[in-house]
């Protein structure tokens, strides 16, 4: 699986963007897929997760309520739908993928669940 991310950009504070994440491969629909950022100076982090197939989602503290994942399997794609973003948003934010499994759902926030990753798309959010 190959991923490629995309749709960072600038945007001032309470702006959107969306993100995309687009997949490799055939067996997409069996990979669950999280966002992770980094911001300058800091630890990459776990933003968001969407599960293969059943639709389960779950998202960090800091950005729950304002960020919504989904997926088009069709299309090989997940999207990050990021919004009310705060200057704190501010990072590059990577796609990750792995198989969808029991024990990645386990530890679905550590990157090092991940087996695939993108390169990046950096977002700047200005005050």
């Known amino acids: 699986v190959q991923l490629q991310a995309s749709g960072g950009g600038l945007v001032q504070a309470g702006g959107s963007l969306r993100l995309s994440c687009a997949a490799s491969g055939r067996t997409f629909r069996r990979h669950a897929v999280a966002w992770f950022r980094q911001a300058p100076g800091k630890e990459r982090v776990f933003v968001s997760f969407?599960?293969?197939?059943?639709?389960?989602?779950y998202y960090a503290g800091s950005v729950k309520g304002r960020f919504t994942i989904s997926r088009d399997n069709a299309k090989n794609t997940v999207y990050l739908h990021v919004n009310s973003l705060e200057p704190e948003d501010t990072a590059v934010y990577y796609c990750?993928?792995?198989?969808?499994?029991?024990?990645?759902?386990?530890?679905?926030?550590?990157?090092?669940?991940?087996?695939?990753w993108g390169q990046g798309t950096q977002v700047t959010v200005s005050s």
């Open positions: 969407i599960s293969g197939n059943d639709g389960r989602t």
């Open positions: 990750a993928a792995a198989l969808d499994t029991y024990d990645l759902r386990s530890g679905y926030y550590a990157s090092s669940a991940y087996d695939y």
